[in-house]
């Protein structure tokens, strides 16, 4: 597509619930980010996939953060018995060499 | 690690005015740097970077920044504002040493332009 997409733009969790956000980066790039967006607040790393590797996760915040890209294109970020500290936006780049970050949307996410 | 100072996180001007949007980095050896924009319900767009040569970058819609080695500022201007410059606007910085993938942002700086 001409964008990253992601999805859902709006998710409403009951804490405890686990939630899956997916991301859709534009063809062909190889790398693939996911940040946090806490309100109020700078986008904050979680982790980085070179293709279907994985190569940096030292930003997600526990181990009930989990995100994949078994194919090196779609990736999910799915979190695991939500809590109140995991509402933010979070957002999904996707980039070719030298800097080309091309952000998505968001997905919101709003833990009740 | 490195991190980056939004020194305002809210900057009210009047429509026309100059503007200028504050921006620090820690320091490290080399660095490539960036602002974004988010326009109210709208995802991050880059609005210009330096990755080398000339200090002075600038955008396609009248902003420019100037990189300053020495003071480690990344400072976002514009001469004359318009209503649709209305925004949060954020500084980011990634590291050369570390392979440059990574983005490091700023909180945020929210510009409201008043008529």
Do not use: M
Not at chain 1, 47 to 55: C, D, H, I
Not at chain 1, 60 to 81: H, M, N, Y
Not at chain 2, 15 to 22: F, I, Y
């Amino acid at each position: 597509g001409a964008g990253v997409s992601q999805s859902p733009r709006y998710k409403v969790a009951k804490r405890g619930q686990d939630v899956a956000l997916r991301c859709d980066p534009i063809s062909g790039h190889v790398s693939l980010f996911w940040y946090q967006q806490a309100l109020g607040q700078g986008p904050e790393f979680l982790t980085y996939f070179q293709n279907e590797a994985q190569l940096d996760k030292s930003g997600l915040p526990s181990d009930r953060f989990f995100a994949e890209r078994p194919e090196g294109s779609v990736s999910t970020l799915k979190i695991q018995r939500t809590q109140q500290e995991d509402s933010a936006v979070y957002l999904c780049a996707s980039s070719e060499p030298l800097y080309g970050y091309t952000f998505g949307s968001g997905t919101r996410l709003t833990v009740v | 690690a490195q991190s980056v100072t939004q020194l305002d996180s809210q900057v009210p001007v009047f429509e026309e005015a100059p503007v200028e949007l504050r921006c620090n980095y820690s320091s490290s050896v080399s660095v490539y740097l960036f602002w974004y924009v988010q326009y109210p319900n709208q995802g991050l767009q880059l609005l210009l970077k330096y990755l080398s040569g000339s200090t002075l970058v600038e955008s396609i819609n009248g902003f420019e920044a100037e990189f300053n080695k020495s003071q480690t500022s990344f400072h976002l201007r514009k001469p004359s504002v318009h209503i649709s410059d209305t925004a949060e606007y954020f500084c980011a910085v990634s590291d050369k040493s570390q392979g440059a993938q990574k983005l490091v942002f700023g909180q945020g700086t929210r510009l409201t332009i008043n008529p």
